[in-house]
């Protein structure tokens, strides 16, 4: 049976690990991860992208066994590794979505983190425990200042701690928490809702989003402008307006602007 399955219909792809009942990620797993992704980002029609899990837990993490006899040669290329599948999520030019529950925890919560949204069972529990096993969080452990504020980031990773779904979402872990058995209908809501928006400006949004991260805000906000204006070099702008404004002329949308401008 494969540990993990793609899926791509209308747009709409979705990976799945399939290595219950705590879907491990061993080394091979993680390349073969990054492989996905960078495979999905060959597709121009693709939309949205939704990374879910079988079994108990999205994923319990990195496997111990593998990581317990590592020199420091084999450690820098196991994280190096983990690090490359995510940045291939990060990097991914659409959408990506995380469905969680049961456990995200160590490189499988910076899996997650790695992704745009994140969509949350209320039983989920998330957490950073590498400092119990005697090895620093790292790679994009270092995006959780930036979600939760230095001081939970302090408490995630100093301390271990798991913290549940509802104490996640309050802190800006993740977006959404949804009862257990309304999760999928709360993660094809958000997906749809992704799918059904202009591609083009999506695609955009999401490539600032990652470049906002990295620069100061006045070369931001300049980038953003050119952006902007580059937008519109294609037909998308004027198309996606037109409808607006037909829709409102018919009484049928209820958006209450003009996506805020």
């Known amino acids: 049976m494969p540990d993990f399955t793609v899926t791509n219909r209308s747009g709409i792809a979705r990976i799945t690990l399939t290595r219950p009942p705590l ?12 492989a996905a992704f960078r495979g999905l980002q060959e597709d121009p029609d693709l939309r949205v992208v939704v990374v879910a899990a079988e079994g108990r837990a999205f994923s319990a993490g990195v496997e111990v066994q593998a990581m317990r006899d590592l020199d420091v040669t084999a450690a820098r290329s196991l994280i190096g590794a983990l690090h490359a599948t995510i940045v291939a999520v990060r990097e991914c030019p659409v959408p990506v979505l995380a469905r969680l529950h049961g456990h995200v925890l160590g490189g499988a919560l910076e899996l997650a983190l790695g ?24 790679i994009e452990a270092a995006l959780l200042p930036g979600l939760v504020g230095w001081g939970r980031a302090a408490q995630l990773l100093l301390l271990g701690d ?3 779904a509802p104490t996640a979402e309050r802190w800006g872990l993740v977006n959404r928490v949804a009862p257990d058995d309304t999760l999928d209908a709360e993660v094809e809501a958000w997906t749809g ?9 999506v695609r955009q949004q999401k490539a600032l989003l990652g470049r906002w991260r990295q620069i100061d805000l006045d070369s931001a906000i300049a980038l953003s402008m050119d952006v902007f204006a580059r937008a519109y070099a294609a037909d998308e702008p004027r198309r996606a307006m037109q409808a607006f404004l ?16």
């Open 23 to 34: 879907n491990i990620l061993t080394p091979s797993l993680i390349d073969r991860l990054g």
């Open 115 to 138: 992704a745009d949204l994140r969509v949350a069972a209320r039983s989920c529990r998330l957490g950073m425990p590498e400092i119990k096993v005697g090895i620093p969080s790292v």
């Open 162 to 164: 798991t913290i549940d």
């Open 193 to 201: 809702r992704l799918a059904a928006l202009p591609p083009g400006a």
């Open 246 to 261: 037909d829709r409102r002329e018919a009484g049928t949308d209820r958006s209450g602007g003009v996506a805020g401008r």
